[in-house]
C-alpha cells in the first residue's frame, strides 16, 4: 500500500514540474574581466572569512588589533569590488 501512495506522489510531482514554468538562473556576464572580478571577490570573502575565525580564537591585543585592521581592509575591498561598473 506505501508503495502505491509513494509511486502516485512521484508521479504527481513528475507531472507538476512538467506544468511548471522553467525557471532560467539570472544571467551571468561570462566575459574574462567578470570571471577574473568574481575569482577576486571570492577569495577576499575566504579570506574575510579566515581572518574572523582568526579573530575569535586571537588572545593578544596586538594581534586582535592587527586581524582588525585587515579585517577592515578586506571589507573595503568586497565593497569596491562589488559595485557595479
Request: proline letters at 7%; charged letters at 40%; zero cysteines.
Amino acid at each position: 500500500m506505501a508503495r502505491g501512495w509513494e509511486s502516485k506522489a512521484v508521479a504527481e510531482q513528475m507531472e507538476e514540474e512538467k506544468q511548471a514554468p522553467i525557471e532560467r538562473p539570472p544571467e551571468v556576464d561570462r566575459s574574462p574581466e567578470a570571471r577574473l572580478r568574481r575569482e577576486q571577490l571570492e577569495r577576499l570573502r575566504l579570506s574575510r572569512s579566515r581572518t574572523l575565525a582568526q579573530l575569535e580564537l586571537a588572545t593578544s591585543p596586538k594581534y586582535r588589533q592587527m586581524l582588525e585592521k585587515a579585517l577592515q581592509a578586506l571589507e573595503k575591498e568586497i565593497e569596491e569590488l562589488s559595485r557595479p561598473h
